[in-house]
């Protein structure tokens, strides 16, 4: 058995009962990541000896037996800080910085038993969707070298697909986490924003951004919510209460749970084969017991664009500390402050992150505040209106993931709009605020992964989950890249 092809859960079960150690998992790991790295490029930074001695070290304890995550490794997207190790975010301005701390969310995943692995690759700062903005070069997606592995999270997303990771972490600003998923036939939970502390995650969108894992099924991801969740101090917009066991009532079926589809919203173009999967998967679902029922998003057609005035705003307030004064790169021509800032910035932003900057400052200008960006939270209040009026008829809205499978890396790159619009189907989630889980659902004539996404109620990530997992029962999905 290779251990690295097997969920999180049932690695759990396997170590609590003696039967596997973090090392024989981590060695499998190690190995699937040597065979595999060079031609996908999933890590940014990955230190098998580290990972090996960590895990070698818990083992001849034996003190792993007594947590929740039994000393399984866990892989962190590069924009998520963890203590002594280079995050870069994709992006070369910051060069040879190392994070003084750990992210909470990685605090919280030692304190129970997790190791920390490697750092994973993605659109720089989280900005893009295909993982080719990053300044190290793109992931491939394990199911064709020639397409991407969405993004921002690639790395994240196609390390799990291609089993050199049990579970990794990203982070889901407009659909980070779902869309990768979804093109790399994977697991992609983006919980209530709120749920998961940011602190410690490097901030592009500070009212959108939320981690969130990306796993093999929906039970590991409630196991990694688990020990992800709760309220920190030093994240002020983190949500009090106590965190509820999501893995409890996973397995209660379909019966009695409720469905929206919105029509409305699904008239955006996509794939006319996304549309089949999905309306065979509408019916197949209906067919075991639950209720489906037709809701209405008028306003999420306006999602796209509200967004990215909202977000490029934030962004071009969070990037400005990136300046080559304290950390990170630091142009070599620097004849007076200003030109240092400049030039600095220049030579160490990408294009499309300075595209970025550029839009949020404008939107932020004097003049044009008004027009633009007090106009896009008017609309942002709509679509939080949407959801709430749908969740009144339904446990969970229903909707593909993204309008295509994955498509070619260089295919939407130099069409910034086209890129954007892969996105249409998560952003009005992140908007919003809301939990939602993407799982896959059937591959394309391709061979290119489906998915569905499920939207759940502020902090009801339980439904969620459980509406998740009975839909992951019933396709049934077990294709592997590498078959």
């Not at 399984?72 to 701390?101: A, E, F, Q």
């Not at 949407?386 to 593909?400: G, I, Q, S, T």
Request: aromatic content about 8%; overall charge negative.
């Amino acid at each position: 058995m290779r251990l690295n092809e097997c969920g999180l859960a049932k690695l759990v079960t396997m170590a609590k009962a003696g039967e596997i150690s973090p090392l024989d998992v981590a060695s499998h790991v190690v190995a699937a990541v040597e065979a595999r790295e060079r031609d996908l490029r999933v890590f940014l930074d990955f230190d098998k000896d580290e990972l090996l001695q960590t895990a070698r070290s818990l083992t001849d304890s034996g003190d792993y037996r007594r947590t929740p995550l039994c000393g399984m490794p866990v892989m962190i997207k590069d924009n998520i800080c963890v203590k002594d190790k280079p995050i870069s975010c994709g992006s070369r301005i910051l060069t040879g910085y190392k994070s003084p701390y750990d992210a909470t969310v990685v605090v919280n995943l030692r304190k129970n038993g997790a190791i920390i692995g490697g750092k994973t690759n993605l659109d720089e700062f989280a900005m893009g969707s295909s993982t080719e903005n990053s300044a190290f070069g793109p992931t491939r997606n394990p199911w064709s070298s020639e397409h991407a592995p969405g993004g921002s999270s690639g790395g994240s997303a196609a390390a799990v697909a291609a089993d050199m990771a049990i579970v990794s972490l990203g982070s889901d600003t407009g659909g980070s986490i779902r869309q990768p998923a979804s093109f790399c036939g994977v697991v992609g939970m983006k919980p209530t924003y709120g749920r998961v502390s940011r602190y410690g995650l490097v901030a592009f969108a500070s009212s959108l951004d939320q981690i969130g894992p990306v796993t093999k099924s929906v039970e590991d991801s409630a196991l990694m919510l688990n020990v992800m969740c709760g309220e920190d101090a030093n994240d002020a917009t983190s949500l009090p209460g106590a965190v509820p066991d999501f893995a409890a009532n996973l397995d209660n079926g379909l019966k009695g749970l409720t469905f929206g589809v919105p029509r409305d919203f699904l008239e955006v173009g996509m794939d006319e084969s996304v549309k089949d999967n999905f309306d065979k998967l509408v019916t197949n679902v209906q067919r075991e017991g639950a209720r489906v029922v037709d809701v209405s998003m008028p306003h999420a057609k306006y999602a796209v664009a509200c967004y990215y005035i909202i977000a490029n705003a934030e962004a071009s307030s969070n990037l400005a500390r990136f300046d080559g004064v304290k950390y990170g790169h630091r142009t070599q021509n620097d004849d007076d402050i200003y030109a240092m800032y400049v030039r600095t910035r220049d030579e160490g932003f990408g294009d499309e992150v300075k595209r970025r900057i550029l839009l949020g400052t404008y939107v932020l200008s004097a003049g044009y505040y008004d027009a633009y960006y007090l106009q896009a939270q008017k609309v942002r209040s709509l679509v939080v209106a949407d959801f709430a009026k749908a969740h009144e008829r339904c446990d969970m809205v229903m909707l593909p993931t993204a309008p295509s499978p994955a498509f070619k890396l260089g295919e939407k790159i130099e069409d910034p709009l086209l890129m954007y619009l892969s996105d249409v189907f998560t952003i009005p989630i992140n908007l919003a605020g809301l939990p939602g889980v993407s799982i896959p659902t059937g591959l394309s004539a391709d061979r290119l992964p489906f998915g569905v996404q499920f939207i759940g109620r502020p902090l009801d990530e339980s439904t969620l989950l459980q509406g998740a997992r009975a839909v992951e029962k019933l396709v049934d999905f077990r294709e592997k890249p590498f078959a």
